[in-house]
């Protein structure tokens, strides 16, 4: 009974230096979510994805990206990470349709020295 | 622009000390608001989901109700274990860019 699954839990990357975070579930869930989480503030969208092979921005996707090839996996990929990457990253996933809730990962925290 | 607040920002109780917490929403449309509690080091856990004013659902000791601009979560005598930070979110259309999520109440119950 996994749900979502995300790896790494820690990581602390250098300015300039690029990494992927993972997402994974077995839900078989048609929406898929990557959000940040900082302190005193609400969770905001980087990106979504409604199906395998269809993404889109959110509210904060400079500095990000993702694909999703199959229906379970979901990466987000930091290039030239900077000090303001510095964050709690939650994937989410929910079945298609209103009123379905979302289902989230434990998080990624990541520090960007 | 659609917006989601909640207060207080952090609460302490004594354990059986009954409250609430307020969500209050201005969005372009409601398509259901979210309940979730979310512990240290964890990712949100859903608790409750709610669609239409005078609409309440419960849970153990935790009680959601919906009125057209705001929700409450009712705590009837808490005990430790319900520590923890409580987040809504109200999803504003059926896809895309859907939830918009308050900042959260961080609750302490102490013994």
Redesign the interface.
């Known amino acids: 009974n996994a749900g ?1 699954t995300q790896t790494p839990k820690f990581r602390i990357l250098k300015i300039g230096q690029s990494m992927t975070l993972q997402c994974a579930q077995d839900m078989n869930h048609n ?1 898929m ?1 990557w ?1 940040r989480q900082d302190p ?4 905001k ?1 980087i990106y ?1 994805s ?1 199906g395998a092979g269809i993404t ?1 921005k ?2 904060v996707p400079n500095g990000y990206n993702v694909s999703r090839s199959t229906t379970e996996d979901f990466p987000l990929r930091l290039e030239l990470a900077a000090p303001s990457q510095t964050s709690v990253y ?1 994937c ?1 996933s929910s079945y ?4 379905q ?7 990624t925290r990541l520090s960007i020295l | 622009e659609d917006q989601v607040t909640q207060s207080p920002e952090a609460l302490r109780l004594q354990e059986g000390e009954s409250s609430s917490l307020n969500c209050s929403y201005t969005v372009s449309g409601l398509r259901g608001l979210f309940w979730y509690r979310q512990d240290p080091g964890k990712g949100p856990e859903f608790l409750f989901t709610l669609y239409s004013a005078g609409e309440e659902k419960e849970k153990e000791r935790l009680k959601a109700t919906l009125t057209k601009k705001e929700s409450f979560l009712h705590i009837t005598a808490p005990k430790p274990e319900d520590s923890a930070t409580y987040l809504c979110a109200v999803q504003v259309r059926a896809y895309g860019q859907n939830f918009v999520f308050g900042p959260g109440t961080r609750l302490s119950v102490l013994p």
Do not use: C, I, K, S
């Open positions: 979502v929406y979510y959000y005193g503030m609400g969770l969208l979504y409604v889109d959110g509210e939650f989410a298609r349709g209103q009123g809730p979302q289902h989230f990962g434990d998080g």
